[in-house]
């Protein structure tokens, strides 16, 4: 005898055969499919734009924020301070700056003097612009982009120099359309050399408007120091853990020393960025995870539907063949024969189903990128496999569930009955 | 010559609603190894039911048959099955093939029940069953454009192409023309000659005729 067929080519066979029959009503076929196709569809792509939206608003998030900032901010003394502690330490000061910044586990503690609006005179114009005091590379630190010259550097600061950058939106106002960078012009009467302009970060998910940035001069905190407040007062710290340090541990230390030093007084304000990014990240995840659920919940139905019209078509099927079920038993086709049969037409129809599907929810998301660039953004969309994995191993479920009890009533024929209908 | 059929008191009821109807009332059969036997009888005589019960496609209310040395009367499901692809080929009045397979196809089906045979080998066995009874210019065409004593002839071969100890044909030539009949006709003839053992049900005296032997039935019974 002939050498017999190994499995592989006994399952090619009845997957060919399953084709051939599912071929012969295209049709039928692929009205049953959509159920599971659209199922598919919509699973891979809106499980595929959620996780890809959420992996872009983490980023924006992250961004915005400080995942390993403490930020201290002066309250002043308070109008009504009678306590002795309040009246004794009015306000943050630079040794407050200066103590956060040698703490083990701080990699930079900034100060801040909140900007004051100025009257700014340029070459070409005039306005009133905020004034704000910051740290050597301050700027470049909360994700600003420095579009001409430079940022404000250590030695800016420690030598007082009277140097500017300038936000985008004031230069045409004060240079027109010349170059600013390198030329000259009055804070207050004053006279400052531009170094830089700076543009804000624009967020593909957040929206938030930074735009404010761009309205602002940023000169070095010294100078602001001198010039806006009273000797050794700052308005903010803001203090940055080493990459290393244990972010919860800095944390609870800095707040300890900033405590100490203001003995009780109540003249301070400390705003915890790690744990305001968190409670973002935390929400953003519990939205997008509810929306995941829902288009899990979704697509199972959607599926379970075919899977129904899956079921009554195998129904019809069988009833259409009943004669050629009789004789396929009355030339020896045992009841497993049968079954095999028509559980591979069902398993056959939800897999092509689902891959059609996922091949579908590919192209969506395809559709959604090209959208997104209509409006001019570029959304990072990568396929979300476990939903193609579920979409998939969820339809040959549905397959099995729903081809099982036309395959079984069609392996129960009769030969006899079946062959004289 | 070794029994090849024996059958005693075969029995068929089937049960419409509230009333038993006594298709088979204890049929005794023997065919002896290639022998040429013509069943005859009114209709509703129960010819066909005692075909079905000796190829295996029904089982018997009551009784004992022994085919081919081996007892089946109470055989059921996958083991029956298995007994039908092996040792009988059945023939159809209305031929039975399948529409939308080649003629090829068709005759290899009992082999692809059969198991453990490649498809090549199937297909090269059922061509030659196909030769062997003057069709291999049919080749690749499917039942519909086959003439009705071609078609006949397609089911025979796919009667023959397992092998089978036994060639049973219940009204073979009932749908044919008497020219296709004839036809038909002369091919059992001559695969009995060539020793296969054949029984036919007919309704048509001169296809009885050409039988080595008749059983005639009445009344779910064998009368002569
Ligand atoms: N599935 C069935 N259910 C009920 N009664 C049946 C069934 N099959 C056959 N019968 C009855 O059994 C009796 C014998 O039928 P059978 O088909 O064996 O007769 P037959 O001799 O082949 O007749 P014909 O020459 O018309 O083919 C008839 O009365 C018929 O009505
Ligand atoms: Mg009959």
């Known amino acids: 005898m002939a050498e017999a067929p190994g499995r592989i080519a006994i399952l090619l066979e009845l997957v060919g055969d399953a084709v051939r029959e599912i071929l012969a009503h295209p049709l039928r076929s692929l009205l049953t499919l959509s159920g599971i196709v659209f199922g598919a569809a919509s699973l891979v792509s809106m499980t595929s734009i959620a996780v890809g939206m959420q992996a872009m608003?983490?980023?924006?998030?992250?961004?915005?924020?400080?995942?390993?900032?403490?930020?201290?901010?002066d309250q002043g003394p308070r109008g009504d301070a009678t306590r002795a502690a309040d009246l004794r330490h009015p306000g943050l000061r630079i040794a407050?700056?200066?103590?956060?910044?040698?703490?083990?586990?701080?990699?930079?503690?900034?100060?801040?003097?909140?900007?004051?609006?100025?009257?700014i005179v340029g070459p070409a114009g005039r306005r009133i612009a905020p004034v704000e005091g910051v740290a050597a590379g301050y700027l470049t630190v909360r994700n600003n982009r420095v579009?001409?010259?430079?940022d404000l550097g250590p030695l800016d600061i420690s030598n007082v120099s009277r140097v500017v950058v300038l936000g985008e939106a004031v230069v045409a106002d004060l240079f027109g359309t010349a170059p600013p960078v390198g030329r000259t012009l009055t804070i207050g009467g004053t006279r400052f050399t531009v170094?830089?302009?700076?543009?804000?970060?624009?967020?593909e998910m957040a929206p938030i408007d930074n735009s404010w940035i761009t309205r602002r001069m940023y000169v070095p905190w010294t100078w602001a120091q001198r010039y806006f407040r009273e000797p050794g007062r700052i308005d903010q710290v803001l203090v940055t853990a080493r990459p290393e340090a244990d972010l919860g541990d800095v944390i609870r230390r800095a707040e300890l020393l900033v405590r100490q030093r203001h003995g009780g007084a109540e003249d301070y304000r400390l705003i915890n960025e790690a744990a305001e990014v968190r409670a973002n990240l935390a929400m953003a995840d519990q939205v997008l995870g509810g929306w995941n659920a829902v288009m899990y919940a979704i697509s199972i139905i959607t599926i379970l539907v075919g899977g129904i019209g899956l079921f009554s078509v195998l129904l019809i099927s069988v009833r259409e063949r009943v004669r050629e079920?009789?004789?396929?038993?009355a030339l020896g086709a045992d009841e497993g024969d049968i079954r095999r049969l028509f559980m591979t037409e069902s398993l056959t129809l939800a897999v092509v189903g689902a891959v059609v599907g996922v091949a579908a929810g590919a192209g969506l998301i395809v559709l959604t990128k090209w959208i997104g660039t209509q409006f001019g953004r570029q959304f990072e969309i990568p396929l979300h496999w476990p939903g193609a994995v579920f979409a998939i191993g969820f339809a040959i479920a549905v397959g099995v569930l729903f081809g099982w009890y036309p395959a079984r009533r069609a392996a129960g024929l009769d030969p006899v009955e079946a062959i004289n209908g | 010559m070794a029994a090849l059929i024996e059958a005693r008191g075969l029995t068929k009821t089937y049960r419409l609603g509230q009333v038993d109807v006594q298709a088979l009332r204890g049929a005794d059969v023997d065919v002896a190894r290639g022998?040429?036997?013509a069943i005859i009888g009114p209709s509703g005589s129960g010819k066909s039911t005692l075909m079905h019960l000796l190829g295996c496609?029904?089982?018997p209310t009551a009784g004992r048959y022994v085919l081919d040395g081996e007892e089946v009367g109470g055989l059921h499901g996958k083991r029956l099955a298995a007994v039908r692809n092996r040792k009988v080929g059945f023939v159809f009045q209305t031929f039975n093939l399948m529409p939308r397979l080649s003629i090829e196809e068709n005759v290899a089906l009992p082999l692809k029940y059969r198991g453990g045979i490649a498809r090549r080998e199937r297909r090269a066995r059922a061509v030659a069953g196909l030769e062997a009874l003057g069709l291999g210019h049919r080749i690749g065409h499917r039942p519909e454009e086959l003439s009705g004593g071609e078609r006949q002839r397609v089911a025979i071969a796919r009667a023959l192409v397992g092998g089978p100890a036994i060639l049973m044909a219940d009204e073979p030539t009932g749908n044919l023309d008497s020219k296709a009949g004839a036809e038909v006709m002369r091919t059992f003839e001559a695969l009995h000659a060539a020793g296969n053992t054949v029984i036919l049900v007919t309704h048509d005296p001169n296809v009885a005729a050409r039988a080595e032997r008749t059983i005639e039935m009445a009344d779910g019974r064998i009368v002569a």
């Open chain 2, 57 to 59: 496609l029904d089982t």
């Open chain 1, 96 to 119: 407050d700056a200066e103590a956060l910044g040698a703490m083990p586990g701080v990699a930079s503690a900034m100060p801040n003097i909140w900007g004051t609006d100025q009257v």
């Open chain 2, 35 to 37: 022998e040429f036997v």
């Open chain 1, 57 to 73: 608003a983490y980023r924006d998030l992250e961004s915005i924020g400080f995942p390993r900032s403490l930020r201290v901010r």
């Open chain 1, 195 to 203: 170094i830089g302009v700076v543009a804000e970060q624009v967020y």
């Open chain 1, 147 to 150: 579009i001409a010259g430079r």
């Open chain 1, 325 to 329: 079920i009789g004789i396929m038993k």
